[in-house]
């Protein structure tokens, strides 16, 4: 059975299509997709991602206890930012990419995907023992509303009285908005300048119907899921399960450069991510692009000439750009800007061309 967001109504009476998301019942749009995208893109989108996990850490070994469990240097961030990184296992295979927010000297936030949240939340408590902090998964009781978009800025200036001129990218500050305290942060899985404002879950309607009314004017729209891919997509943003995933370490997907062997602490994966650094990946996360209206889409093979070199990860249309947009893992001698590749589509060698991410970037 899946689990409704607090805002499951406010949702049903927009006439939302749902669908099952890592086992939440979630907006995969309200109208038209391609018209959330280009409200993103051109003006601002409203979303519901209540769905994803939200793990506190509080106490004053808070900050080691996550250098030891992610592998990045969270003891080093400042109070108001915030980072992302990953955890993996002991193996260097990726179990999740997160952002971690230091909301105060010893107080983090970590925010995991909706299909990791459990997993994310036992493994941080199982890596805590032995220092002194308390891990609280407060994902239920949590609602993550978001608007993104380059009339963002002014829509949340309407609603709180934070001082956005000195809040910049992952950075995060406490405010109020509908009467109510949550948490501001300009972060966001779009491409675009955006915030995601986090409350408490029985004040989700609220904030959401305030945001609304801020936006009415700007052309704000409210967006699903479907939209959320390919905006996500078209910035050339890694999705877990797709482009990550336990099978992988993060030099495998070309973000090594999240894993901090400089910190002073050990931890979780260290030593397999140091022999997985020494030797290059057999294949490589590129962007591939082609004509036409056939996309290329997850698990279709990616062929030089005859011979399969590669699988398609994510895959769509792009609105923004008006053709289709892929992401693929290639051998590394395949990875030149300009390389010429088939996918085949529903058993059609469609011609690709690899290009450098993100396929999309704003101005």
Known sequence: MSTSSPLHDVHAALGASFTDFA??????????????????????????????????????????????ALVGNLSGLKVGRARYTMICDAAGGV??????????????????????????AGELRS?????????????????LVA???????????????????????YGSVPTRVAGHDVLLARTGYTGEDGFEVFAQAEHATD???????????????PAGLAARDTLRLEAGMPLYGNELSADMSPFDAGLGRVVKFDKAADFVGRAALEERAKNPADHKRVGLTSEGRRAPRHGYPVLDGDTPVGTVTSGALSPTLGHPIAMAYVPPALTEPGTALFVDVRGKAQPVEVVKLPFYKRA
């Open 23 to 68: 086992g939440w019942s979630m907006p995969l749009r309200y109208g038209s997709e391609l018209a959330e995208h280009r409200a993103v893109r051109e003006a601002a989108g409203l979303f519901d991602l209540s769905h994803m996990g939200e793990i506190e850490l509080t106490g004053p070994e808070a900050g080691r206890a996550l250098d030891y």
């Open 95 to 120: 179990l999740d990419d997160l952002v971690v927010y230091r909301l105060g000297e010893d107080h983090f936030m970590v925010v995991a995907n909706a299909s990791n949240s459990d997993l994310v």
């Open 127 to 143: 890596r805590a023992e032995g220092f002194t902090v308390e891990v609280d998964d407060r994902s239920r009781n949590c609602a």
């Open 147 to 169: 608007c993104q978009g380059p009339r963002s800025a002014g829509i949340i200036g309407r609603v709180c009285d934070a001082d956005l001129d000195t809040l910049t990218y």
């Open 207 to 221: 904030v959401w119907a305030a945001l609304t009314g801020a936006g009415e004017a700007d052309g704000l729209l």
